[in-house]
């Protein structure tokens, strides 16, 4: 008995031990905790959110930055499983990622609840009376505050959950509408100030029991605030979404469809994405508004099956009706973030863009552009509007912005004639602006789109050519060679870039081995060494020109051509295909007739002859991405190759070969007859750098 009883003594002692042991390690961390959470001096509280501050130096307080990852998680609830992914979660040389364009985008998003006041029965108790003062009066404050540092000096007023979620919307909100330079000083300002670390704390430790809504834009707010992606918040966040994603209603799914595509892929973004991909399979039927369609297709992005891009297409063209001008613009961004290119939903926005043209901002004209051409859109119609509306108003943009919006123009290969030759204008009149990347692009986009101004054409090239001169001491052999291509291209001999560009020394560096873009080089180089032989003002047209067949064989492209010939003129012998012509020039088909051209002369016949009197035709059969966009404008290199082939001896006929395709039989031998034989037999001896202009 005695033994039992001194037993039962010593196992109580025990637990007395062990219960102040505990006491004793949790009066330690309350200890460290309070030491952090209540610092003495602002100078001190800096140091503490070191941890999330771009500007300043690395993490140095590690008691802190233990509170904030391992603390909370354990007193509340199960521990949350992380996916590293191999990094720290909280690596001290993690940057915080710039604002995305896209952000402007989900203004329609902001939480309504953010700056609603929760509904409290009258007839409640004090308490709750109390609650419900305090809550209104947070709000009322809420909604007076004019910059993100006021809302964080409100969150010792919360006393709710969704207190801090409206305190971090509106910390947002206020910051997404201050410029870029105030965006880098207030960003530093909200991460130093002590309350969005205790926010950040709160967020950590009750994501679990946040509501949806919250969750979300909890998350959307940290992220586009710069909050670094491998924190252990953010991820905690994206992991409760990921196991509440089923209880997302439509709005929650934008909302976080918007913030996934804002963020860098890791396992559990992929993982929350994924989840999100199949949620949306299934409730896409229901969801009947474009501006949540819209953010589901950016973050479904290019790696979406294709079925389901399709059941997106059908689900906007359902509403195609309530299109409105901001989602017609945001519609053409979403369909570049899948890379899928619907023709209706293009159209119908391009009618709604056109219809308010005056209403874009200029960066969106460009982003317009860049969208067609990822897309591979060729609306003639559209791009014309937007060249007229950019002519019309060429007074209030500045030369750079007409420049970024030609250069845009080029990548469609679209030629707005008019603004481009205003342009000219101002550059020929003030050059000053034309650095080295300013005149690179303004050559590229005139030889690209063969035009040069009519009335200024020599003043033109000699303005640009003097600033290219200005800048040799400057100038890569790579940029000289560009340079010297596009001139070339529009028939002008910068010859002073030309004899520095055909020394020894700068051609082994142009071709060096290793060089990703040496084939490209060399084209570029044999092609200026053919304009300096052929467009210089010695070269004479030679009396007989060797030719060659590369082939027998008829590509399948030109054998309708080649049938219509046959029927046209009676005979393969009346004709040469597939010919092979010196400076590596080729035409698909060769023609020989006497000088009134009524009389194709046979082939053989003529294979010696030198007469001047023998007439050549070169037909070529060329693709509609030889000329500009909606016109039978030839673009630089099909211009610079009929005015070579001139500079030969030949009459140079271009066929648009998609359209001739199309033809009937009949046709098409019509259409061929009508073009060998003209009712005008002289045509003009030479082809200008604009001839179908």
């Not at 998680?73 to 992380?82: E, T, Y």
């Not at 007989?544 to 590369?550: D, E, G, K, M, P």
């Not at 009134?596 to 070169?618: E, G, Y």
């Amino acid at each position: 008995m005695l033994s039992w009883h001194f037993k039962a003594i010593h196992e109580t002692l025990v637990i007395m031990n062990n219960k102040i042991s505990y006491l004793l390690s949790s009066v330690r961390c309350i200890h460290r905790c309070s030491s952090v959470l209540a610092p003495k001096s602002s100078a001190t509280t800096r140091k503490h959110v070191l941890w999330i501050c771009r500007y300043r130096e690395p993490l140095e307080n590690v008691n802190f930055r233990r509170l904030v990852l391992n603390i909370f998680p354990p007193f509340h609830g199960p521990s949350l499983r992380f996916l590293s992914q191999k990094t720290d979660v909280f690596s001290t040389d993690a940057k915080i990622e710039p604002e995305k364009s896209t952000e402007a985008l989900i203004s329609e998003e902001t939480p309504q609840s953010s700056l609603e006041l929760e509904k409290v029965d009258d007839s409640g108790s004090p308490k709750e009376k109390h609650v419900a003062d305090r809550s209104e009066l947070f709000y009322s404050s809420l909604q007076k505050c004019t910059c993100p540092s006021d809302a964080l000096d409100l969150y010792e007023s919360a006393v709710s959950i969704k207190h801090l979620t409206n305190c971090l919307t509106t910390v947002w909100r206020l910051f997404k509408s201050l410029s870029e330079e105030q965006q880098r000083y207030e960003k530093q300002l909200i991460f130093e100030h002590p309350a969005f670390v205790k926010l950040c704390q709160r967020l950590l430790r009750d994501a679990r029991r946040m509501m949806r809504g919250d969750l979300v834009f909890s998350l959307h707010a940290l992220v586009n605030l710069g909050v670094p992606q491998n924190t252990l918040l953010v991820q905690t966040l994206v992991r409760v979404c990921q196991e509440k994603l089923n209880q997302f209603d439509n709005r929650c799914v934008s909302v976080l469809a918007t913030t996934l595509s804002g963020m860098d892929k890791d396992k559990n973004v992929s993982a929350l994405q994924a989840g999100l991909q199949l949620l949306v399979e299934q409730r896409i039927t229901s969801i009947g508004d474009i501006f949540i369609l819209h953010n589901l297709m950016k973050c479904m992005g290019r790696d979406a099956p294709v079925f389901l891009k399709k059941k997106l297409e059908m689900a906007v063209l359902k509403e195609i009706d309530h299109l409105t001008f901001p989602n017609a613009l945001r519609m053409f961004l979403a369909l570049v973030a899948m890379n899928y290119c619907s023709i209706p939903i293009l159209n119908a926005c391009s009618k709604k863009i056109q219809e308010r043209i005056h209403d874009i901002p200029f960066r969106q004209l460009i982003v317009i552009l860049d969208a067609c051409c990822s897309l591979q859109y060729r609306n003639v119609k559209l791009v014309s509007a937007l060249a007229d509306y950019v002519n019309s108003t060429a007074c209030i943009w500045d030369k750079r912005q007409i420049m970024l919006f030609l250069s845009a123009c080029e990548t469609l290969g679209f030629q707005p004639t008019e603004l481009m030759g205003i342009f000219a204008e101002k550059v020929t009149e003030d050059p000053e602006f034309l650095n080295l990347k300013n005149l690179m692009i303004v050559l590229r986009v005139y030889s690209r789109l063969n035009y040069v101004p009519r009335d200024q054409k020599h003043l033109f090239f000699e303005t640009l050519h003097s600033c290219l001169n200005k800048l040799m001491p400057q100038i890569s052999n790579t940029d000289l060679l560009k340079a010297a291509y596009s001139f070339c291209i529009l028939g002008y001999l910068p010859n002073h870039a030309l004899d520095t560009l055909m020394q020894k020394d700068s051609r082994n560096e142009l071709l060096l081995s290793d060089d990703l873009h040496k084939e490209q080089k060399e084209i570029m180089l044999r092609c200026v060494k053919v304009c300096m032989e052929l467009d210089s003002p010695s070269f004479t047209k030679p009396a007989f020109v060797l030719t060659q067949n590369s082939s027998s064989l008829v590509s399948l492209n030109l054998r309708k051509a080649r049938e219509a010939l046959i029927e046209l003129l009676g005979d393969e012998n009346m004709f040469q295909q597939n010919v092979q012509l010196p400076y590596k020039y080729h035409i698909d088909f060769e023609i020989k007739m006497d000088s009134d051209r009524k009389k194709v002369l046979p082939i053989p016949a003529t294979d010696d002859h030198t007469d001047s009197s023998v007439h050549r035709l070169a037909l070529l059969f060329v693709s509609p991405s030889a000329f500009c966009l909606g016109s039978t404008h030839p673009q630089g290199k099909l211009a610079m190759k009929k005015r070579h082939l001139n500079k030969l001896g030949y009459h140079v006929i271009v066929v648009l070969n998609k359209k001739f395709q199309e033809m009937t039989n009949k046709d098409a031998v019509e259409f061929l007859k009508g073009k060998i034989y003209p009712e005008n037999p002289f045509p003009p001896s030479e082809v200008t750098v604009q001839d179908n202009n």
